[in-house]
């Protein structure tokens, strides 16, 4: 394990060598898709697989340190040039503190920890947006991640879960350390000590009309569970199946969504399909949370994109 403490500056920070790969919170939900077409019980399945929303919040708070961690040691660098060769590892881990946040607002809770737990989150959010001075992007995340809703309300103002979840997330976050071991369906954590993966992974061409066309399917798999559930003759059995199917379906959905809105175009053709796939949820009649979700993933996504493109720019005229 590298030695984390004694490094002052970027330039000693030597990049060690793991060949695994790196996914992140959406993808990983993302390939929980039924095998072949789909199906109710297939997609019924994908709730038993997700992973845990306390996980995943740790994760996003370890990757958040590994950005402060990341700028600080820029901030006490003398080369510039190097900082900007070095920027795509700082890009990277936002990433993947940014598809792991917004897998907490779209995975479903099991408790009121966990409620408690997506409120702290969300108003983590609100609070940046507000720093920033971008009140849409706050309005957005209070409906994301339902903080006016009365089950996030009452975790939020109950002391039991607030003591309960700051020591879950606590416990989680402080066990959280990279692993030797490659995973291609886990998410995992990852320092900057592993920037040439993380670089690696940013620089990767996701295919996003192969995303948007998994999107679709699987709305359209959503959508024709809920119309079977307006069948008042169902047994309490198969409405309960379609219903988890319904809501699994959803999920795959809002990940691929995400996904899409967070990365970066490469050309004139991944704009149009970041186009398609936006005011494809704008257009649906689904409840606000969900819209918000996506709404808020490119929000974040255009941000990322804007302050990373001055960054970059402000480095390239340091170096003059």
């Known amino acids: 394990m590298p030695d984390t403490k004694t490094k002052t500056t970027l330039a000693d920070v030597k990049p060690e060598v793991w060949n695994g790969a790196v996914v992140d919170e959406l993808h990983a939900i993302a390939q929980q898709r039924p095998w072949g077409d789909g199906n109710a019980e297939g997609y019924s399945l994908v709730l038993q697989g997700l992973p845990s929303l306390t996980d995943v919040a740790a994760r996003a708070r370890y990757h958040a340190g590994q950005v402060e961690r990341f700028l600080d040691l820029a901030s006490r660098t003398p080369d510039h040039a190097l900082v900007e060769r070095r920027l795509p590892w700082l890009v990277a881990l936002t ?10 607002a779209l995975l479903p809770t099991s408790d009121t920890v966990d409620d408690w737990i997506r409120g702290d989150t969300g108003e983590s959010v609100v609070e940046a947006a507000k720093q920033h001075q971008n009140p849409e992007t706050a309005e957005l995340a209070r409906a994301a991640f339902g903080l ?21 997330l606590l416990a989680a976050t402080s066990a ?3 692993s030797r071991d490659s995973d291609d369906y886990a998410a995992g954590v990852h320092w900057l000590e592993r920037g040439k993966t993380l670089t690696d992974y940013i620089t990767d061409h996701l295919d ?6 998994a999107v679709s399917h699987h709305l359209r798999w959503a959508d024709n569970f809920a119309a079977l559930l307006e069948n008042g003759e169902l047994s309490p059995t198969h409405r309960d199946r379609l219903g988890r199917a319904q809501a699994g379906a959803m999920i795959l959905a809002l990940a691929d969504l995400a996904r899409i809105a967070l990365w970066p175009s490469r ?14 949820m704008r257009t649906r009649q689904d409840p606000q949370c969900p819209k918000a979700i996506v709404e808020l993933a490119f929000s974040i996504g255009d941000q990322m994109r804007s302050t990373f493109g001055t960054l970059t720019a402000r480095l390239s005229e340091a170096e003059i």
Do not use: C, W
């Open 148 to 168: 006016d809703t009365p089950t996030v309300n009452a975790a939020l103002t109950s002391p039991r879960a607030f003591i309960a979840g700051a020591d879950r």
């Open 267 to 280: 050309g004139p053709e991944d704009h149009q399909v970041k186009s398609q796939a936006r005011e494809l």
């Open 176 to 178: 959280l350390e990279p």
């Open 95 to 104: 990433m993947l503190n940014h598809a792991a946040t917004l897998a907490v």
């Open 208 to 213: 996003l009309e192969y995303r948007l066309d």
